[in-house]
């Protein structure tokens, strides 16, 4: 094996670091770190990386309306009855729910038409939910739930990877965490299920080499709505 592949030496020292290394490679790995100081400088790099996950997150204060919604649920309420109405004035509101329910019925249907198509819940290696991806026409929209922090140098990209197949990558997170990823025609036609979506650590700006070469964080399933 070719040890002086830069794709490679990133790739070894990432599972090093990130502990997922069989037994056996990492004791020939600890023989090439004694022989090898650019190795050495390698894995520190990913270990710094990985280190800054670990940080603690500020506490938030719970906003006063939070509070009073909670409060509102688990309260009892009181049931007002009202008073009884005219014959026309029943016709009119029945009129009116009518109404409301053709607009729903008619806003469900045009979402089935327009919106998402596909949902993938990703999930750390606890399996705690930490990414949410909705898959519309011409987009993926993400909403972080429990995303670690990373180092200015380091991003998140995310992959496709069909059964049996190659990973693609999909693009990059949202340095907020929060937004949408534009997706080309030929990475559109990628997103049906079954498919895993997976996110890895990369060296800022993403893979080199166009196949992850850092950990993976998050994976899941997408899925069918």
Not at 65 to 93: D, M, S, T
Request: glycine fraction near 6%; include cysteine.
């Amino acid at each position: 094996m070719n040890y002086q592949t830069t794709a490679l030496r990133r790739a070894l020292a990432a599972d090093y670091a990130i502990g997922l290394m069989p037994a056996t490679a990492r004791r020939r790995f600890d023989a090439l770190l004694r022989e090898d100081v650019a190795l050495r400088v390698e894995l520190s790099h990913w270990q710094d990386a990985l280190a800054s996950l670990t940080g603690a997150l500020p506490e938030r204060p719970v906003p006063e309306h939070v509070w009073a919604g909670i409060k509102a649920r688990i309260e009892p309420q009181v049931l007002h009855v009202p008073a009884k109405q005219a014959f026309w004035k029943n016709l009119r509101v029945l009129a009116a729910a009518c109404a409301v329910v053709v607009a729903v019925t008619v806003g469900v249907l045009y979402q089935r038409d327009t919106g998402v198509a596909y949902n993938a819940t990703l999930v750390n290696a606890n399996q705690q939910p930490a990414l949410q991806i909705s898959a519309f026409a011409d987009h993926l929209q993400v909403e972080p739930l429990t995303l670690a922090a990373i180092a200015p140098t380091l991003s998140l990209e995310l992959w496709a990877i069909a059964p049996g197949g190659k990973p693609i990558s999909l693009g990059l997170l949202p340095t907020a965490g929060k937004g949408r990823i534009q997706l080309s025609e030929t990475q559109r036609a990628l997103l049906s299920a079954p498919l895993t979506l997976a996110v890895s650590l990369e060296p800022h700006g993403g893979s080199p080499t166009g196949q992850p070469t850092g950990p993976v964080l998050y994976q899941g399933q997408l899925a069918l709505l």
